[in-house]
């Protein structure tokens, strides 16, 4: 039997900030303060809760099915 490897899921880290109505930094801003790792980590923590959101399940590659005739 295969071990199976429990895959750790990155963590965005809370927080909170008060700013005044209209003096609110755009978001883009805020992510380009961010490393490339940490906002590539943030899309894919993104895409699994969509996922787990919208399907209810980890989304996989889909089979293919090739059939073909042998003479």
Not at 25 to 50: K, N, V
Not at 55 to 61: C, K, S, T, V
């Amino acid at each position: 039997m295969e071990s199976q490897e429990k895959k750790q899921e990155p963590r965005i880290e809370k927080s909170v900030t008060k700013v005044k109505l209209g003096q609110e930094q755009s978001d883009f801003a805020y992510w380009q303060t961010q490393t490339y790792q940490a906002r590539l980590d943030a899309l894919e923590q993104i895409r699994l809760e969509y996922h787990h959101w919208r399907y209810g399940a980890e989304p996989r590659l889909q089979r293919v099915y090739t059939i073909v005739k042998l003479k």
